[in-house]
Nanobody
Framework: QVQLVESGGGLVQPGGSLRLSCVASRSIFTLYALKLYSMGWYRQAPGKQRELVATSTSGTSTNYADSVKGRFTISRDNAKNTLYLQMNSLKPEDTAVYYC???????????WGQGTQVIVSS
C-alpha cells in the first residue's frame, strides 16, 4: 500500500524558509531507489490547477519549475524513507497546498499525500 504523509507547512513571511517532509511507505522508497518510481512535489493555489514544483528520479535527475529554480531544493533521506523540499526566499505567490507525489514510471500511475498548507504573507 502506498502511503505518503506530508508535514512542515505553515505561515511564513516573505523571504523566509520552510522545509517540507514527505514520509513514504518503505516499499515506495525502495522502488524509487530502483528507479521504478519518481517522487516529487506539486502545489495547488486557490482557483488554480495543481502544478509541478520539483521531481526526482533516484540518482538520475531532478526537475524544477522555472518559478522555483534557485530557491527550492528537493532531497531525500533513504534511511528515513523521507523526501524533502527545502524552500528558501519564499514569495507570496508560493502560497499553496503542497502535495507529495509518487509516480510509477512503468504506467504513469500517480499517488498523492494529503497535502500541507504553505502561506507566505506578512
Amino acid at each position: 500500500q502506498v502511503q505518503l504523509v506530508e508535514s512542515g507547512g505553515g505561515l511564513v513571511q516573505p523571504g523566509g524558509s520552510l522545509r517540507l517532509s514527505c514520509v513514504a511507505s518503505r516499499s515506495i522508497f525502495t522502488l524509487y531507489a530502483l528507479k521504478l518510481y519518481s517522487m516529487g512535489w506539486y502545489r495547488q493555489a486557490p482557483g488554480k490547477q495543481r502544478e509541478l514544483v520539483a521531481t526526482s528520479t533516484s540518482g538520475t535527475s531532478t526537475n524544477y519549475a522555472d518559478s522555483v529554480k534557485g530557491r527550492f531544493t528537493i532531497s531525500r533521506d533513504n534511511a528515513k524513507n523521507t523526501l524533502y523540499l527545502q524552500m528558501n526566499s519564499l514569495k507570496p505567490e508560493d502560497t499553496a497546498v503542497y502535495y507529495c507525489n509518487a509516480k510509477r514510471l512503468t504506467n504513469g500511475d500517480d499517488y498523492w499525500g494529503q497535502g500541507t498548507q504553505v502561506i507566505v504573507s506578512s
